[in-house]
Structures are given as C-alpha cells and as structure tokens.
C-alpha cells in the first residue's frame, strides 16, 4: 500500500501545466513508481514528471532572461584599451551553458535524484540492519508483540535511521490503517531499498505463515548478521591499515625525498635553479593537497562504510 499525500501548491500548478505531457510518459512507468516508493518521495510519476518539467522550463526562463541581460550589456563592457571583454566566442559559449547546460543539469538531477535517495537509503538501512536486528531479537526474548517491536524501532530513528522510518511505515500500517501483519511486511518487501531488509522481512512472513518460531528466528538473524558485520569491519580496517602504509610513502616519504633531491640538485648545480624552484612550488602547492585530498576522501568513505 501506498500513500501518496496531498500535493503542494507548486506541484499542483505544475501537474495542472504540464500534465498533458507527463501523462503518456509515465502511462506504464512501474519503475518510476517503485524508485519513488524506495525512495520514500509521495508523489505519482506523473506528478513528479510534471514537477520536473516545470523546473526544467523555469531554468531555462531564467537562463534566456540572464541570456538576454548579457547580449545587452556586453557590448558596453570593454577593457581600458578599447576591446571586447566579451568576445563573440565567449558570448555564444555563456549563451550555450545558459540555454543548454543548466537546464540539462537540472533535468539530470530531477532524473536520478530519486534513484540516488534510494540508494542512500539501502545503505543507511545496511548498515543499521545488524544493530536493529539484535535489539529485535532482545525484545522478542522479552515476548514484545510485533506492533511493539516496530514501534520501538520507529522511535529510535537516531539510532537506526532508515529502519526507523520503515518501521513507522509498517507499525502506521498495522495499527491506523488495519492491515494485517502478513500483508503489510509483504509489502514492506516490495518497498524496500535494502535487499537484506527485505530479505529480513520476507523471512519473518515465511517464519509466521510456517508457524515457525519467531524468537529462534531473530536470534539465528541477529547472530548472522553481527559475524557478517564482524567480519566485513575487519576487513576494512585491514584496508584502511593498507591504504594508511600507502599514505606514509606518498604523502610524508616521498615528499621528503623529492626536497632532498631537490636541494642535492641546487647544491650540485646552480644552473637548475629556476627549473627546481618552479618543481619545488609544484609539488608544495599543487601535488601536495592534491594527495592530501584524495586520501582523505578515501579514508572518509572507508569510515562512512564503517560507520564511525
């Protein structure tokens, strides 16, 4: 089941522009439908398609007005000398990244912002899933009914993140709109961005429709997915570790070689001064943050995985 909430003013205005267009092109778009479910965006496709058309059209308003600003003025704006700040090339390239480029940006975000959500979702969710299915396992032992148990995890949503916001969704489902608890996990499968939540979830619907033991069940989930964690932090410490040793030789050994050299070369030879300071400025300016930003966005995506 899903719901899809009133739509705001902008949006209602956009779907009443451009809903003529939207609609065969989101006629049979179950892929679009899904992405936005996963993505937890409580819109239709075709109200999203129109949306984002009418942002598309209005960036493209607002870049032929800024076009036709700077088509005015630049004939005015000349150098102390006399000539053109503005040449013809670089009129038609600001005219072509106006009309063209940020409207296609804006169109390309539109496009895959629901998909990167969903994505980022699953992961959050992954990454919780060992910790959420531990404090389940805990408060089933506690005989917690299942209305509780997501109660309590939609209540910790600083805690769980995205597993919270699943667990509301399904405790809303049980409890205000009378679904039962078979057929709201049977959709929470479908609506998941989490091949592991949903696979959690599938596993609870087939324990329930077995009459199987549901306490053994979290338990034997919980163990599985705490020495999955276990092992998949492990392993990448073990990466960081290796990319640290990396770290050392190119950022702090190297560095320190190449100025040694560099001063041997100097001290050697007066006639490569020029070349070895413009080197020397290179490598402390430019090579320098250079290696320091690629491995501290290396070490900070190792610790986003992580989760510290």
Same mark, same amino acid.
């Given at each position: 089941?899903?719901?899809? =909430?009133?739509l705001g003013g902008?949006?209602?205005?956009?779907?009443?522009?451009?809903?003529?267009?939207?609609?065969?092109?989101? =006629?049979?778009?179950?892929?679009?439908?899904?992405?936005?479910?996963?993505?937890?965006?409580?819109?239709?496709?075709? @109200?999203?398609?129109?949306?984002?058309?009418?942002?598309?059209?209005?960036?493209?308003?607002?870049?032929?007005?800024?076009?036709?600003?700077?088509?005015?003025?630049?004939?005015?704006?000349?150098?102390?000398?006399?000539?053109?700040?503005?040449?013809?090339?670089?009129?038609?390239?600001?005219?072509?990244?106006l009309l063209v480029?940020?409207?296609?940006?804006?169109?390309?975000?539109?496009?895959?912002?629901?998909?990167?959500?969903?994505?980022?979702?699953?992961?959050?969710?992954?990454?919780?899933?060992?910790?959420?299915?531990?404090?389940?396992?805990?408060?089933? @032992?506690?005989?917690?009914?299942?209305?509780?148990?997501?109660?309590?995890?939609?209540?910790?949503?600083?805690?769980?993140?995205?597993?919270?916001?699943? @667990?509301?969704?399904?405790?809303?489902?049980?409890?205000?709109?009378?679904?039962?608890?078979?057929?709201?996990?049977? @959709?929470?499968?479908?609506?998941?961005?989490?091949?592991?939540?949903?696979?959690?979830?599938?596993?609870?619907?087939?324990?329930?429709?077995?009459?199987?033991?549901?306490?053994?069940?979290?338990?034997?989930?919980?163990?599985?997915?705490?020495?999955?964690?276990?092992?998949?932090?492990?392993?990448?410490?073990?990466?960081?570790?290796?990319?640290?040793?990396?770290?050392?030789?190119?950022?702090?050994?190297?560095?320190?070689?190449?100025?040694?050299?560099?001063?041997?070369?100097?001290?050697?030879?007066?006639?490569?001064?020029?070349?070895?300071?413009?080197?020397l400025y290179a490598?402390?300016?430019?090579?320098?943050?250079?290696?320091?930003?690629?491995?501290?966005?290396?070490?900070?995506?190792?610790?986003?995985?992580?989760?510290?």
């Open positions: 089941m899903v719901l899809e =909430k009133p902008f949006d209602s205005f956009s779907l009443a522009v451009f809903g003529w267009l939207a609609r065969p092109l989101t =006629k049979d778009s179950i892929g679009l439908r899904n992405v936005l479910v996963k993505a937890r965006i409580p819109m239709l496709p075709v @109200a999203y398609a129109a949306t984002s058309m009418m942002m598309v059209f209005l960036a493209f308003v607002v870049c032929a007005a800024l076009t036709l600003v700077m088509l005015i003025i630049a004939p005015n704006l000349t150098s102390p000398t006399g000539d053109p700040l503005l040449s013809i090339p670089i009129q038609i390239g600001l005219c072509f990244f480029i940020v409207p296609a940006l804006i169109g390309a975000v539109q496009m895959y912002s629901p998909g990167l959500t969903s994505y980022q979702r699953g992961r959050d969710m992954e990454k919780n899933l060992p910790y959420a299915a531990s404090y389940v396992a805990a408060m089933s @032992a506690a005989n917690a009914t299942p209305d509780k148990i997501f109660k309590s995890l939609a209540r910790n949503l600083d805690i769980y993140g995205e597993i919270s916001n699943e @667990a509301s969704w399904i405790y809303q489902n049980m409890v205000f709109v009378g679904q039962d608890l078979v057929s709201t996990l049977k @959709a929470a499968v479908d609506r998941s961005p989490s091949e592991k939540w949903g696979e959690f979830m599938q596993g609870m619907v087939g324990t329930i429709t077995s009459g199987g033991n549901m306490k053994l069940y979290f338990l034997n989930r919980s163990e599985y997915y705490a020495t999955a964690n276990r092992v998949a932090v492990k392993d990448l410490i073990n990466q960081m570790a290796l990319y640290a040793e990396v770290y050392v030789v190119v950022a702090v050994a190297f560095p320190i070689f190449a100025m040694i050299m560099a001063l041997i070369t100097f001290w050697v030879s007066g006639s490569g001064m020029t070349l070895e300071e413009e080197h490598m402390v300016f430019g090579g320098l943050p250079l290696i320091q930003g690629v491995f501290s966005f290396i070490f900070w995506a190792i610790s986003d995985e992580i989760g510290v």
